[in-house]
């Protein structure tokens, strides 16, 4: 089955410290990656994609993921957090039966403490 | 440049009354559409998607609804509220052309069931 997982229900990361927030993936053949943070009570904001070429892709807001196939992975990373960046995280994986659809992660609450 | 509209932005009904929930997408033609319900603030079910004027996939067999009436409106509905239909609503659109997964998601609306 394909799915997308997301092992860190909250990561606790101080401002100005680098932070990573993980994402695993189990998808047949090539996959196509997403992350999304969403603030408190609004919706989802896309964040970046990974379809094809280099591995390390960039966002908005200075976030940062790299694709790793042989680890099935594609964590989010920013070298250095802000206060604001305190949110929500989604991963989601491109649904290979159905592509009009997306397979999201159960989420990771990021806290920066300033 | 494309933007998602929802509302109401908050609602609270009681039990047994019906519901009408309406998102609307602007700058773009034949969008994919998709509503999404999400509960206590974390994991997000997929409800209903839609990728043409009257074609509707129901994900989860439910007390609701979904309609496209015209090409970028897309209703969600219910004849009769459960305490259980409270959460928070998204809606989001994709575009139809390869390359471009991602969903794009409205403000949302929040649902009370009293």
């Known amino acids: 089955a394909q799915s997308v997982a997301q092992p860190e229900d909250q990561v606790n990361v101080a401002e100005g410290n680098p932070l990573t927030v993980k994402c695993t993936y189990s998808?047949?053949?090539?996959?196509?990656l997403f992350w999304y943070v969403q603030y408190p009570n609004r919706g989802l904001q896309f964040l970046l994609k990974y379809i094809t070429g280099d591995n390390l892709v960039k966002g908005s807001y200075g976030f940062e993921a790299e694709f790793n196939k042989s680890q099935t992975s594609f964590h989010l990373k920013k070298p250095s957090a802000l206060v604001s960046d305190s949110a929500l995280y989604f991963c989601?994986?491109?649904?290979?039966?159905?592509?009009?659809?997306?397979?999201f992660g159960t989420g990771t609450r990021l806290q920066v403490f300033p | 440049s494309q933007t998602i509209h929802q509302w109401p932005a908050t609602l609270v009904q009681p039990v047994g009354s019906p519901l009408s929930l309406e998102c609307t997408v602007e700058?773009?033609?034949?969008?994919?559409l998709y509503w999404y319900r999400q509960a206590a603030g974390r994991g997000l079910q997929l409800l209903f998607y839609?990728?043409?004027?009257?074609?509707i996939s129901s994900e989860v067999p439910q007390n609701l609804s979904a309609s496209r009436p015209q090409d970028r409106q897309f209703i969600l509905s219910s004849k009769k509220l459960l305490l259980s239909d409270s959460g928070f609503y998204l809606c989001a659109w994709s575009f139809t052309v390869s390359g471009h997964y991602e969903q794009y998601f409205g403000p949302g609306t929040r649902l009370t069931v009293t």
């Open positions: 998808v047949s053949g090539n996959p196509y």
């Open positions: 700058g773009t033609s034949n969008p994919n």
């Open positions: 839609s990728v043409g004027i009257g074609q």
């Open positions: 989601a994986v491109r649904d290979r039966k159905n592509t009009d659809k997306l397979i």
